[in-house]
């Protein structure tokens, strides 16, 4: 297997993670942050990015209800 499909494989695998975690935090199922210290901070870090990219269409499409 070439590196280039390696990588891919890696990047949906981050991208599927990533939405997972969103839905996850839309539905409250993972609490938010407390602090600056503890292990749930650094999943939050890891997937910023495609949760605000979630976050975005969610919005915009009219579906999310806070």
């Known amino acids: 297997m070439g590196l280039l499909k390696k990588l891919g494989i890696i990047l949906l695998l981050y991208v599927l993670l990533g939405i997972v975690w969103s839905v996850m935090r839309q539905f409250s199922i993972v609490p938010e942050p407390g602090g ?13 990015p495609i949760s605000f990219i979630y976050f975005i269409i969610v919005i915009s499409l009219g579906l999310y209800t806070p």
């Open 36 to 48: 600056l210290d503890g292990p749930l901070n650094l999943i939050y870090i890891l997937f910023e």
